[in-house]
C-alpha cells in the first residue's frame, strides 16, 4: 500500500482520529478509517474504486476524495460517489 495522505493517531486512535488515502497493490485509491465497535476494539474499515475498469493513471487530471461522517465511509472520483462502507 502506498500512502498519499495521512494521519495517525498511535496514542488515543480516537474515533475519526486517524485515515489513510492511497494506492493499493491492485493500483486502486483506498480509503481507510479504523473506528472502535460496541465492545472497543479496533476495526479496520478499508474500502477501495472496487472497479479495476477505472483508470486514475490516464494523463488526465482527477480529484480523489474520500468522507466519513461516523456511519458511513465514502470515496469519490471526480465529484461521483464510487463506494461507500458502512462503519
Do not use: K
Amino acid at each position: 500500500y502506498q500512502m498519499l495522505v495521512g494521519m495517525f493517531d498511535h496514542n488515543h486512535l480516537e474515533v475519526g482520529g486517524s485515515f489513510q488515502l492511497g494506492i493499493s497493490p491492485r493500483g486502486n485509491i483506498y480509503w481507510q478509517v479504523p473506528t472502535r465497535s460496541a465492545d472497543g476494539s479496533l476495526v479496520d474499515n478499508l474500502i477501495d474504486f472496487g472497479h479495476p475498469t477505472i483508470n486514475l493513471f490516464d494523463g488526465h487530471f482527477h480529484v480523489v476524495a474520500g468522507t466519513y461522517d461516523g456511519w458511513m465511509l465514502r470515496i469519490y472520483l471526480d465529484g461521483d460517489l464510487v463506494n461507500s462502507l458502512g462503519a
